[in-house]
């Protein structure tokens, strides 16, 4: 549940930016779809990491809405949790999922 903090688009592109950047290791592509229509590209095959609003094929897709991505980046709950209450949907390669879920 999100209370008084909600994070635009660039914000979230940021965290995700910041978080990426430190996963040095990780080599995969992420979409995440926030509220059903922003679309955040992250392509770490790449270095730099490559940032995108475009919606082309992933490794791994994430659904959530932008609250719940607030909450977690926030720390007021975990990827794991809100996966487990279903405010999380993820498709394709679940090992990029739980490499991703380690960075939030």
Known sequence: MSYLWHMTLEEIQQAISERVARASDLRASVKFVLDGDKIIHVDTH??????????????????????????????????????????IKIEGNMSVALAISRLL
């Not at 730099?48 to 082309?56: H, R, T, V």
């Open 46 to 87: 790449q270095i730099p990491p490559k940032l995108s609003n475009e919606d082309k094929p992933a490794d791994c897709t994430v659904r959530l809405s932008s609250d719940v991505f607030s909450d977690i980046i926030s720390g007021r709950t975990s990827a794991a949790t809100a996966f487990m209450f279903g405010k």
